[in-house]
């Protein structure tokens, strides 16, 4: 298995370099990648920027805005948090499945006194009833990508006022707030592993999940970026990381909203009518999905804004490709609702 350790503290460069690495055939799957980067804000693919992100404080306090290409929800992450990616051929990585390509990291955790991580719901790994991981994927091209965070020293009260986490998505979880669910695990790992620098602790891990006693018994597997390679990457950077458009897109007038948090994940439909027809759609949300929740928005305009008219139009869809693990009658069911 290959490894890569990006140097960058830039969200937008490490991002950027996923997407690269990703696609790239010169790689040898599996691959991890490993990264930490400045405060930071990363909302998933099909979320509205502007509704989960206090953007005041983000201004002020110099937060990096901006978006993936994978589902889910939005994640704070800053110089005390570490991401980790996997990458793996698709026919060997079930989509959905976060808890087998999380499966190196929680084995290195436990191996490192954190014996009561599990994987929870969609896509959280939580210790003592509390999450210190999110995670997200990605599959095109017949490879399947998965990357997380792993709170290890991360300021829990910037958490708590960077984002705006809706409230019918805690309340779901039986909690007050979103700093009271989620924790650093730092405190549950045995004493060697406390104290430590976020890189020292990146390495700790690096070590336990190839189980070597020194990075240089893996030097092997270590990627090396190319000067092709680091063109290629500032010019994903260009067009998608610090691109206004894909990071906070261009929203129109809504005259209809229809929202409802299921269990696997929060659907936010947008819609703009007039002369009652469906002049455009605009879907939201921390949902995962296989395929582009455009082609469902695409596929409701200039359609009858009507109950039945909508059903039909939504029953021609296989709408588990979009929301996965969402019913496709509750997805209809909302989506078709009238206000």
Excluded at 39 to 52: D, H, K, L, M
Excluded at 97 to 106: C, E, I, K, M
Excluded at 173 to 189: M, Q
């Amino acid at each position: 298995m290959q490894y890569y350790i990006m140097k960058s503290r830039d969200i937008r460069d490490n991002l950027a370099t996923e997407q690269y690495l990703m696609n790239s055939p010169k790689i040898k799957l599996p691959m991890m990648l490993f990264y930490i980067e400045k405060p930071c804000i990363i909302v998933g693919r099909n979320q509205n920027t502007v509704e989960e992100i206090n953007q005041a404080y983000c201004q002020e306090h110099d937060i990096t805005v901006t978006r993936r290409l994978s589902g889910g929800g939005a994640m704070y992450q800053d110089l005390g948090n570490l991401c980790f990616s996997m990458i793996m051929p698709a026919d060997q990585a079930r989509f959905g499945n976060f808890a087998q390509l999380v499966q190196p990291v929680l084995l290195a955790l436990h191996r490192m006194g954190a014996k009561k991580a599990t994987v929870t719901g969609r896509n959280d790994i939580e210790i003592a009833g509390k999450k210190f991981s999110g995670n997200s994927m990605y599959t095109r091209q017949g490879r399947t990508f998965s990357h997380g965070t792993l709170m290890y020293r991360v300021d829990t009260t910037a958490v708590a006022q960077a984002l705006r986490v809706p409230h019918d998505k805690i309340a779901s979880k039986g909690i007050k707030s979103v700093r009271s669910r989620v924790t650093n695990i730092e405190p549950y790992l045995d004493r060697q592993y406390r104290g430590l620098s976020t890189d020292q602790f990146r390495d700790e891990l690096v070590k336990q999940i190839w189980q070597v006693g020194d990075l240089g018994q893996i030097k092997k597997a270590a990627y090396e970026l190319s000067a092709a390679d680091r063109n290629a990457i500032a010019e994903l950077r260009r067009r998608f990381y610090d691109n206004w458009d894909w990071v906070y897109g261009r929203s129109p007038m809504f005259t209809v909203q229809k929202r409802r948090h299921f269990t696997a994940g929060t659907i936010d439909a947008r819609f703009l009518v007039e002369d009652g027809y469906i002049q455009s759609v605009k879907i939201y949300g921390d949902f995962f999905g296989t395929r582009d929740v455009v082609e469902v928005a695409e596929a409701l305009k200039d359609v009858p804004y009507q109950p039945a008219a909508i059903s039909r139009t939504l029953q021609q869809l296989k709408l588990n490709d979009y929301f996965m693990g969402i019913p496709q009658n509750e997805v209809i069911e909302l989506l078709a609702q009238q206000h």
